[in-house]
């Protein structure tokens, strides 16, 4: 009886590695491993280095997992009516979830997921021959994966109390010292801005932070608002990002009370959105924060605070806010 017929294992792959360094033939390796010739002469002719003709055995162990992987993939848009379909909509410009939506409709009997549009779209196979990412809305060049940094499977933020629940006073801006903050961050750096607004005055304050931190975060907002008058600072509106996961420290040093936006309602804090947007002017999104001063960054909240608003009858922030506190 023939012997079953086992993969090479990543050990027998470092041994080939290392018995071709030393110049052995094919046939002294196969003896050396106990197996056939043929092995030998496939695993080095379909995993060694196209460019430089060399056998490394970490490169083959990868390229035959890649292989692997990829023959478990069942092909995507086999039938060529559906692939054509696809193909003509993207270029009008629909989004996936539209294309499949409308394939049963228009092609009674076809069917496909907006899940299988965009594995067709990124499988590196495909791309090869016709990339159609570039009609997507965002166009990445990698598909965004969803991980935590997108949904929470439980509430990260202790003791969270929902916007729902603050007070309606608070939505009407007739009382002062209550606030809006969230982050300004770029890919180009680690260092980003606190935005921290004052919804009735729209008063600004601007605090560059060394990254977008949890820690940096209560830093920033401790050390700024501690050095207003005690009716200045009432509640703080925050978004659900991890870098304020400490709101419990900052409400003991300054007194206040926390309320967290609804996930994916950024419009909720629209007074800080709304500054963030006069930051961008600036700063757009490609900024490096690491070569913006801090000095950069208080005149730009200076130059906000003194800027007239309509929503002020053409007062400033500034004139708004110390009459408030007076």
């Known amino acids: 009886m023939n012997k079953q017929f086992t993969h090479l294992t990543p ?22 491993l106990q197996r056939p010739k ?30 692997k992987s990829a023959a ?3 092909p995507r848009l086999k039938r060529e ?34 899940e299988a549009i965009y594995q067709y779209l ?27 940094r997108h949904t929470h499977r439980s509430l990260h933020i202790p003791q969270r109390i929902s916007i729902n629940e603050r ?16 982050s300004v961050i770029s890919r180009q750096s ?30 920033a907002l401790t050390r700024t608002l501690s050095r207003l008058p005690v009716q200045a600072r009432r509640t703080i509106t925050y978004d659900n990002g991890s870098e304020n996961v400490e709101h419990l420290h900052v409400n003991k040093v300054l007194g206040t009370q926390s309320y967290f936006c609804n996930p994916y309602r950024s419009w909720e804090k629209g007074t800080n959105e709304n500054t963030i947007g006069l930051i961008r002017r600036v700063y757009p999104k490609k900024t490096n924060f690491d070569h913006v001063s801090r000095a950069y960054v208080k005149a730009l909240e200076r130059r906000l605070n003194n800027r007239p608003r309509k929503c002020l009858s053409f007062k400033t922030p500034i004139e708004v806010f110390r009459a408030c506190c007076n």
């Not at 050990?11 to 094919?26: P, V």
């Not at 009407?172 to 809006?180: L, S």
């Not at 607004?197 to 820690?215: L, N």
């Open 11 to 32: 050990e027998e792959r470092d041994e080939i590695a290392i018995l071709r360094a030393q110049c052995k033939s094919l046939n002294d390796i196969a003896q050396k």
């Open 38 to 67: 043929s092995t030998i002469s496939r695993e080095l002719r379909r995993n060694r280095s196209p460019v430089y003709n060399v056998y490394l055995s970490h490169r083959a162990q990868q390229r035959t997992m890649e292989r």
């Open 72 to 74: 478990h993939r069942r």
């Open 81 to 114: 009516t559906i692939r054509y379909y696809v193909t003509g909509k993207l270029k009008q410009g629909w989004s996936p979830e539209q294309i499949a939506g409308r394939l049963g409709i228009e092609y009674p009997g076809l069917s496909i997921s907006h």
């Open 122 to 148: 990124y499988d590196s196979r495909v791309r090869r021959n016709d990339d159609l990412v570039p009609y997507l809305a965002r166009a990445h060049k990698r598909r965004q994966q969803k991980g935590h």
């Open 167 to 182: 007070p309606q006073h608070i939505s009407t801006r007739k009382q002062f010292g209550h606030w809006e903050t969230d």
């Open 190 to 219: 680690v260092a980003a801005l606190n935005v921290s607004v004052e919804r009735k005055s729209r008063f600004i304050k601007i605090t560059k932070m060394a990254q977008k931190s949890a820690q940096q975060t209560r830093c």
